[in-house]
């Protein structure tokens, strides 16, 4: 046996408020992704931080705001003719989206300030919950970026941005949940370093197959290449095919075939990598642990068939946000399993023996 480390119990009020956020986070990432497949991300011109809360009251202020779109080049070259209701339609889906970023910004900082008023958050807590909300704001200024980048020669927003913005928004939603564990109540596990290493590794490729699936989503590269396990007419498609454009990186963030090839790609590499790492976990008796791989595993695989069920159907709305959701999951998961093996050296928390079995 040995005798391991685990945290005191914080305010349940705290991790509460978290948890909160975090579900707003998600939800804000789900109805963003609705934003980008109806194509109503560039349906609001401006960017009013404050005022931009209140829609269009009268219709002068929608024949104001339809107007405004109409000078964009979306609507010249995509929506020429579109009617008014129909434009009501897409700005309704993006003033919710940045309404609900509003409503989190909030939902975070007056709680926030109420708890560092009662001076309840010890100091390392502090430091954390501050730069979550600098990303917070940080995130707000992206989200501008990436619609401007739509308003003069584009017709949609630019997939570099739009990576930026999903991966800043998933950074800040794993902070949270890795903060809310680190707050609960519990002894940390003495496992293998290897264990520890895959569980660190998985989260990092989680992140890079989320950002590369941004890329696809903003290049539109679902609608593209509609065949598995083939694509392009073979597993691996020709390097000529690949790798056209020069400088040769450019292929990988603006070819459609090696934008989608690279995340299919990456999506093997985290399902096999999930399924060692759960391997290792069972075979090394890892209790918790274990079960959290397995968990994980199960929730990558999920992702993989409603992955290739969005492709082969050209990419509908309710298959892609359900491909998502389940990525917000798996995310969670790894975020979880990460921390999970993780060393808990917190200053903020106070530690008490607990006994925990040696792994096989």
Not at 5 to 23: D, F, G, M, Q
Not at 77 to 99: D, P, T
Not at 189 to 204: C, E, G, I
């Amino acid at each position: 046996m040995t005798t391991v480390s685990a945290p005191s119990e914080p305010h349940r009020a705290v991790r509460w408020w978290l948890v909160s956020v975090a579900a707003l986070i998600a939800l804000m990432v789900l109805v963003g992704g609705a934003t980008r497949l109806t194509e109503s991300g560039l349906s609001i011109v401006e960017w009013k931080p404050v005022t931009g809360s209140v829609p269009p009251l009268s219709e002068a202020q929608w024949t104001d705001a339809f107007e405004a779109y109409k000078k964009i080049p979306q609507y010249r070259e995509l929506n020429a003719g579109m009617s008014l209701s129909e434009f009501k339609e897409i700005f309704w889906w993006e003033w919710s989206h940045r309404l609900l970023g509003r409503f989190i910004g909030v939902a975070y900082l007056l709680p926030f300030l109420f708890f560092l008023w009662r001076g309840g958050l010890s100091g390392e807590l502090k430091r954390r919950l501050w730069l979550l909300f600098a990303l917070g704001g940080l995130q707000g200024a992206v989200g501008w970026w990436m619609v401007a980048s739509g308003l003069t020669e584009r017709v949609e927003v630019s997939q570099y941005r739009l990576a930026t913005h999903l991966v800043l928004a998933l950074l800040i939603f794993a902070g949270i949940v890795w903060t809310v564990r680190r707050l609960a109540e519990r002894p940390q596990l003495a496992t293998s370093t290897r264990l520890r290493f895959t569980s660190a590794l998985l989260l990092v490729v989680t992140f890079v197959q989320i950002y590369f699936g941004a890329l696809v989503a903003g290049l539109r590269a679902g609608r593209a290449y509609n065949t598995w396990p083939t694509i392009d007419g073979a597993f691996i498609p020709s390097a000529e095919r690949l790798w056209f454009e020069t400088p040769w990186w450019r292929n990988m963030f603006d070819n459609v075939l090696t934008v989608q090839f690279e995340h299919r790609m990456t999506a093997y590499a985290l399902f096999v990598l999930a399924a060692l790492h759960a391997v290792d976990a069972v075979r090394s008796h890892a209790g918790p642990a274990a079960r959290g791989a397995l968990w994980l595993l199960a929730a990558v695989s999920l992702q993989a068939v409603l992955g290739i069920l969005t492709l082969l159907n050209q990419v509908p709305i309710d298959l892609a946000l359900s491909h998502q959701a389940v990525a917000i999951v798996v995310l969670t998961l790894a975020v979880m399993q990460a921390e999970r093996l993780a060393s808990r050296h917190s200053t903020e928390m106070q530690s008490r023996a607990v006994p925990v079995g040696q792994p096989g």
